[in-house]
């Protein structure tokens, strides 16, 4: 059974929807010169939330798992999308070497790195997976709930090369999102493709310098369409880390979180909107973690004190966490068998290759969909590889409800690419 998924599209979301499909031609041009200028990363994936009043991303990956909700329909352009990204970078590659999550043996990660590896065989080359975990000294073999298995051998690291037994890998694909920082394994490799580079790593990435550059091209974007980038855009800010015993970091934070709140107010006033706005507390940080603070009031900081620390791990009086993002909270209006549910869109080079719904039985409006207790429902997006229908009414077609979806994932995909643009070691070597 296909589950019924509800949404409540509304107001300015019509009016988006019309707009990005009538000016389809001048979007897709926009991308394509965007990916002449700028190099999109290797795979990526994007959590959207659609409010009913405003559609905008939540939180980009650069190392994504979740392979395994693709439904079988969509293999076929992740394949796609998988050859192209490779002919670019290597057109003579014929063996990959994939390195997944250290100490991360869950059958659901397993069965994402076996649909990873699949997709890759299917594009035309030889995949091992290699890992960098200590704990792995030989080849160890695990079984999938559907009788596949999938073996994790012990990385072999030569002067120059990167690889595993009895296998010279011309590419290497990181599926681990470095939390800890780059190994010395992975360092100084000059003669393979390393995908994604080590600067794309948890531990160098800041949610605010994403949201920045997101920010930039959603005005844009903006500008092309004719409309408010608010409607595609989380509004957001930084704020420093508070010390345990600093009363002044709290009422900083106050602050930071009150003007936040202060600019969606008079958004939401501006387009009759009677939801009380809320922001998100993050830590910023892309290592930190995934949990999250939900304020509504700035009053509200000084109560939640110990959970906002516990965001950034401030350990003790003296010494203050990392900086935490306040990004502006959006609403989700869509249901899945009345859970609150959260497309995930997946891109592999610049493609649009699928997504799920994540969905959180106990979660509100407001709820993260990654928090603990979430689920995936693959068949939600069973028609995202149907064509767009510019005849619908605004609101009524899910193939244009999916392509929406996918503007806003490519449009943090590009953000993304001017983050490692922004970061790049190498790059400020040549400036």
């Not at 974007?221 to 408010?228: E, F, P, S, T």
């Not at 649009?352 to 039985?361: C, D, E, K, M, P």
Request: with cysteine.
């Amino acid at each position: 059974m296909v589950p019924h998924l509800v949404t409540a599209l509304t107001g300015p979301i019509n009016e988006l929807e019309q707009r990005v499909l009538d000016s389809m031609p001048a979007i897709e041009r926009w991308f394509r010169l965007e990916w002449m200028e700028h190099t999109p990363p290797f795979y990526s994936s994007v959590d959207v939330r659609n409010a009913g009043f405003k559609l905008a991303p939540i939180a980009t990956r650069l190392y994504p798992d979740g392979w395994n909700n693709l439904t079988p329909e969509m293999l076929p352009l992740a394949v796609q999308a998988a050859m192209a990204a490779i002919e670019k970078i290597c057109p003579e590659a014929r063996n990959l070497l994939l390195i997944p999550e250290n100490r991360s043996t869950s059958t659901e990660y397993l069965s994402s790195l076996a649909q990873l590896r699949r997709i890759f065989h299917m594009a035309g080359l030889n995949v091992r997976i290699g890992s960098i975990d200590p704990a792995i000294h030989k080849a160890t073999s695990f079984e999938l709930p559907d009788g596949e298995h999938i073996v994790l051998e012990p990385v072999v690291r030569g002067k120059r090369r990167l690889g595993v037994k009895d296998f010279d890998p011309c590419t290497i694909l990181l599926n681990n999102d470095l939390r800890a920082g780059a190994p010395g394994i992975l360092e100084e490799i000059h003669e393979q493709y390393l995908l994604p580079p080590l600067h794309a790593g948890a531990s160098i990435r800041h949610k605010s310098k994403h949201f920045k550059c997101y920010e930039e091209v959603a005005k844009r974007l903006g500008k092309l369409l004719g409309v408010d980038p608010w409607l595609i855009n989380p509004l957001f800010a930084r704020c420093a880390g508070i010390e345990r015993s600093d009363s002044a970091d709290l009422d900083g934070l106050a602050a930071s979180v009150d003007a936040v709140l202060a600019k969606v107010r008079r958004k939401y006033k501006e387009y009759g909107i009677k939801d009380k706005p809320f922001v998100v507390l993050k830590a910023d940080q892309s290592a930190q973690g995934a949990g999250s603070v939900i304020l509504r009031d700035a009053k509200d900081v000084d109560a939640l004190r110990d959970k906002v620390q516990g965001l950034t791990g401030a350990a003790k009086s003296g010494q203050a966490g990392p900086d935490i993002l306040i990004q502006e909270g959006v609403p989700s209006c869509e249901r899945l068998n009345d859970a609150m549910a959260e497309p995930v869109v997946f891109m592999m080079d610049r493609y649009v290759v699928g997504g799920f719904y994540r969905i959180h039985a106990q979660g509100g409006v407001d709820e993260e969909g990654s928090a603990a207790g979430s689920d995936f429902v693959p068949l939600a997006f069973e028609q995202s590889t149907r064509l767009p229908q510019p005849g619908s009414k605004p609101g009524a077609s899910v193939p244009n409800r999916f392509y929406m979806y996918g503007v806003v994932g490519r449009l943090a995909m590009l953000a993304a690419s001017y983050e490692l643009e922004a970061t790049d070691p190498e790059a400020e070597l040549y400036e």
